[in-house]
């Protein structure tokens, strides 16, 4: 069922299907982006990052819960919009009573434009999104310590002798890595530079053909390939992973449409994430 690729050592794991289930899990840096149905394998993964509440991409939140609260992990981290976190907070406490025990979990409203610690090695901030719901994507930064602006043009000697004087030398430095985006329209992209430059971009493409044209997708909140192929030159990313395509569409038929549509140079840097296809493990 899963599908999965791995670039520059992280690997992603899941599945996304329009309107049915999406998920996807990167267990090198323990976190998962949206949950339409659990993949019941990667229960064990801490974080996960919802970017709306439709139910193919919110609806395995209780099961997620119930799950690692009957195997007595540790309370997960559930980043969910603001607008939607007393909603799910009465879902979970309806679900515990239902089921009988108590459910351990950390319910965040993640807050647009701002930077959350993950981890000692990665960051994440939600950005908005533009769909027909309350919704955002995730950005996934790599923390690194870089030497500060005003001592690059120092020597070393000097650089050691001003250390030993206790004078801090190096700051921290966010650099995107990953970006998510769950359900919207292009200016998601638009709208970001550090979507845009992030070095993987998971970004839906719900529709692909002339009949279901751009007026339709913008009009329901999603994408279309041919918003991708005309903003090709706004995608600065090392790879592009579409995701979300609609049912309607055969696995032929969509790589057919994404290798007729897209320029080639930002073709050779696209994976489409479904089964079968080129590049996917």
Known sequence: ???????????????????????????????????????????HIENLF???????????????????????????????PEENYENFLQILSIYQKMEGFDYKYNLIPAKRGVTYSISNSISMMPLETFHRVPSQGYTIYE???????????????????????????????????????GDTK?????????????????????????ERDVSRAREWGHLHLDEIAANAHEFKNEKLVLIHFSKRYSLKRILELVKKKLPSDLFERTICFIKGAPKIE
């Open 1 to 43: 069922m899963y599908v999965s690729f791995t670039h520059k050592n992280n690997k992603f794991i899941g599945i996304s299907e329009g309107g049915i289930r999406t998920s996807i899990i990167c267990p090198n840096m323990n976190l998962m982006f949206d949950v339409g149905a659990l993949p019941v394998d990667f229960a």
């Open 50 to 80: 919802l970017t709306h509440a439709h139910l193919d991409h919110s609806a395995g939140i209780p099961y997620y819960v119930s799950q690692r609260s009957l195997r007595s992990l540790k309370p997960p981290n559930i980043y969910v």
């Open 143 to 181: 923390k690194s310590m870089k030497l500060k602006d005003e001592y690059r043009s120092l020597v070393g000697t000097k650089l050691a002798d001003m250390k030993k004087e206790g004078v801090i030398l190096t700051e921290e430095k966010l650099a995107p890595l990953v970006s998510f985006s």
């Open 186 to 210: 292009i200016e998601y992209v638009l709208s970001h530079p550090d979507v845009a430059n992030s070095k993987i971009l998971f970004l839906e493409s719900t529709y692909l053909c002339e």
